[in-house]
């Protein structure tokens, strides 16, 4: 039990922090340009699929750098001659510009890479087990994502609380308007912070690619997820990103990790509904149930607290 | 008073008017009916069909986006949901026995999205605007999740089947062959499509149209904006049941990919590729998207990345969708001004296709060497052949990508000064919509 606690909890908090290392770049971007890129879990995948080619034309740790550039160039490159173009269409049309954007980045990823996982494997200088916890061993290459992580995210507060550019996104948080009023080359600032948003998205790809599955269908798997996250911590609110990615991260792990059912802390339904919907509610496991627990808790935050955990604005 | 109620309420329609505007619905009719008389062949049964289907589905989203201003990820739970309590009650009449038509089947879909629109549509109506879309994401994607885990209900992977010819029967019709499904699914769209046409003719579709434009002011007239998305929601949720429902008798299987997110995608693009700002805009948009979706597809094996590429483009030059578009004309062909734009419109259409013909055989060359390296480079694609290994092809393509899209921006530039004269031209004749 305190194994299953132990590895649930590193596992929940890994995958907790590369949920925030996306939900980050998503927020400022919304914050700032008030528009929700529904593309941003496309660079994920963009970092992931770079992170495969170039690891295999050059090696991992170049690639770990250079995917990460490549999609934030990508990124700045579609803010500042498709977003900015759309822009005085509304922010519905903003909306659906990284919506077909999203659909057409599968598509051309499918047509390079196929529809089948490519083999992202973990570079051989990772591939050991960092430690051994009661009986199982930990891999060395989770311990370095976590590290990744939680460097840019101690790099990402330094950057936001101490230097300018940081403080003028801070301030673009809450009153986007006045910085422009203020002097700044907004749209500048607009195109830095979403190429900046994006790469950040494709680190958590490279780093994510080869301990999970790097597959065309990845972004539109995550993609809900991340919007999940935004809004229950709150549209715009840079703490609460980070609160709702490690809870999300931690409740989605250990659900996978649990085995109980109705069935199972009840005993079996009488045999006169065994053949009917009921018992597929008695006997799902929480494990089977893990893949809609951030949506249930979606709802369960809009019921009880609409402008999510953290959140202070109302749209 | 007198002189105010005359101000206030419109005159009453002259017989002419009227005529018009009942003579559009009857013409409608009559072609629906006249249809499989001129397209008689089974495949252009079964598009037309699928274009009935995807019209009311398509006009269901549109009181959503277009009239109420909240745009939906998850419009197509209201769909699936109607299509599967639609195949669990004709299993439960055909084994039950009792006498219900098929024709009446429908009705149960649409009370079943109104009912689930109903349930959840409270909690999601709460916020609009980008909040809201996240929300339908999500609510989406917990029902289609769940779909697949109460295996009982959705049938898992598989879906769900019924036999729909083994129903009580009227005027003989065992809806078997698809041209009594056609004849099925055109009266219910005639239905639905007047229906909806009331519908933004009502108080309630006016307050929605102002729930869209202003919510603040509506509150401060006395309408709780929460509640009017709320009805306007289950509306779109209970025309969204139909539309589900008749897809359901249609292929006679309801299965999870009727909940998900890509049913969701494809009504998105065909109201928006229509235009939410008409009426008829969805309608258009249906069509053209359906029909579009089943010729591509034969044409080239990447259809899906041009329906993609196509939606973007929408998006960036013309948001107002091809009725937007059209309808962009009318002061110009009112004021007889339209000659003046005409020639720069046949000037920018060469550049124009020569860019859209160097991307498709860009697009081509990359699939052939990156999906099937090992095949004949002699491929082809909208009916154009060319070896995709030539170097020829390579220096025509980027000649006609780069050349294009340098003349085709030049071109556009001079097409926006005629159209801006054209259409001042209009305006001091005293036409300005």
């Known amino acids: ?315 | 008073m007198t002189e105010l109620t005359s101000s206030v309420a419109p005159p009453y329609p002259a017989l002419s008017e009227k005529l018009k505007f009942y003579g559009i619905w009857v013409a409608v009719a009559l072609v629906v009916l006249a249809l499989p008389s001129i397209f008689g062949s089974g495949g252009a049964l079964t598009t037309f069909s699928l274009i009935g289907i995807s019209i009311i589905f398509s006009l269901s989203y549109n009181i959503l986006l277009g009239q109420t201003g909240l745009l939906s990820f998850g419009h197509a739970v209201y769909y699936g949901l109607g299509g599967f309590l639609v195949i669990h009650a004709i299993n439960l009449i055909s084994t039950n026995k009792l006498p219900i038509p098929l024709p009446f089947v429908p009705l149960v879909g649409g009370l079943a999205g109104l009912f689930f629109a109903a349930l959840l549509g409270w909690v999601s109506t709460q916020r609009s605007g980008t909040a809201f879309a996240m929300i339908s994401l999500g609510v989406a994607e917990l029902i289609a999740s769940s779909a697949l885990i109460l295996r009982t209900f959705f049938g898992g992977e598989a879906g769900i089947s019924a036999n729909r010819t083994k129903l009580f029967r009227i005027f003989d019709w065992n809806f078997g062959p698809q041209i009594q499904i056609y004849y099925l699914i055109a009266a219910w769209t005639l239905l639905a499509v007047i229906a909806m046409y009331a519908l933004t003719r009502t108080p309630l579709g006016r307050i929605c149209n102002a729930v869209r434009d202003n919510p603040e002011r509506v509150q401060f007239v006395g309408y709780d904006p929460h509640v009017v998305r709320y009805l306007a929601f289950c509306f779109a949720g209970f025309f969204a049941g139909v539309a589900g429902a008749l897809a359901a008798i249609n292929f006679e299987i309801a299965n999870s990919a009727y909940l998900g997110a890509l049913q969701s995608g494809s009504v998105l693009f065909s109201t928006y590729i229509g235009g939410v700002g008409y009426f008829i805009g969805p309608i258009v948009g249906a069509i053209f998207v359906t029909v579009l979706s089943l010729s591509l597809s034969d044409l080239t094996s990447v259809w899906q990345l041009y329906f993609g590429l196509f939606f973007i483009a929408v998006v960036t030059f013309a948001p107002g969708g091809i009725t937007g578009l059209l309808m962009m004309h009318r002061p110009l062909v009112k004021g007889s001004t339209l000659g003046k734009v005409l020639p720069s419109y046949l000037i920018a259409l060469i550049p124009t296709l020569a860019l859209v013909a160097g991307l498709v055989l860009a697009i081509e060359t990359i699939v052939h060497h990156t999906v099937n390296p090992g095949d004949d480079p002699n491929i082809k694609a909208f009916g154009m052949n060319f070896n995709a290994s030539s170097p020829i092809t390579w220096i025509l393509t980027l000649f006609l990508v780069v050349g294009g899209f340098f003349v085709a921006r030049e071109t556009w530039r001079r097409l926006a000064r005629a159209w801006d004269d054209a259409l001042t031209a209009a305006h001091e004749r005293g036409y300005h919509a």
């Open chain 1, 1 to 315: 039990m305190l194994e299953l606690l132990v590895i649930s909890t590193l596992n929940g908090v890994l995958f907790g922090m590369l949920l925030f290392l996306m939900a980050s770049g998503l927020t400022v971007i919304f914050s700032m340009l008030g528009v929700l890129n529904f593309a941003h879990a496309s660079f994920y995948m963009l970092g992931a699929f770079f992170g495969f080619q170039i690891s295999r034309w050059i090696g991992f740790w170049p690639a770990l750098f250079i995917a990460p550039l490549l999609a934030g160039a990508l990124g700045a490159a579609v803010e500042r001659f498709g977003l900015r173009r759309v822009h005085r269409n509304g922010h519905v049309a903003e909306l659906l510009f990284t919506f077909g954007l999203a659909f057409a980045i599968e598509e051309i990823v499918q047509i390079i890479w196929g529809k089948s996982p490519v083999d992202f494997r973990v570079p051989a200088s990772l591939d050991f087990p960092a430690f051994r916890l009661f009986s199982t061993n930990y891999p060395a290459y989770k311990m370095f994502m976590l590290l990744v992580s939680i460097a840019i995210f101690v790099g990402l507060l330094v950057v936001l609380k101490k230097s300018r550019v940081g403080l003028i996104v801070q301030a673009a948080l809450t009153h986007p308007h006045m910085v422009g009023h203020l002097g700044h080359n907004v749209g500048r600032i607009f195109m830095l912070v979403f190429g900046v948003g994006t790469a950040l998205a494709a680190i958590a790809g490279v780093i994510a690619g080869p301990a999970l599955v790097t597959q065309s269908n990845m972004a539109a798997l995550l993609g809900p997820i991340l919007f999940v996250v935004v809004v229950v911590g709150g549209l715009g609110s840079l703490p609460g990103a980070f609160v709702a990615s490690l809870l999300i991260g931690l409740v989605q792990t250990f659900a996978v990790s649990m085995n109980g059912s109705l069935a199972g802390a009840f005993g079996p339904l009488s045999p006169d509904y065994a053949q009917t919907w009921l018992s597929d509610i008695w006997g799902v496991t929480i494990a089977q149930i893990a893949p809609i627990m951030p949506y249930v808790l979606l709802v369960l935050i809009l019921i009880f607290r609409p402008m999510g955990l953290l959140g202070t604005r109302e749209t």
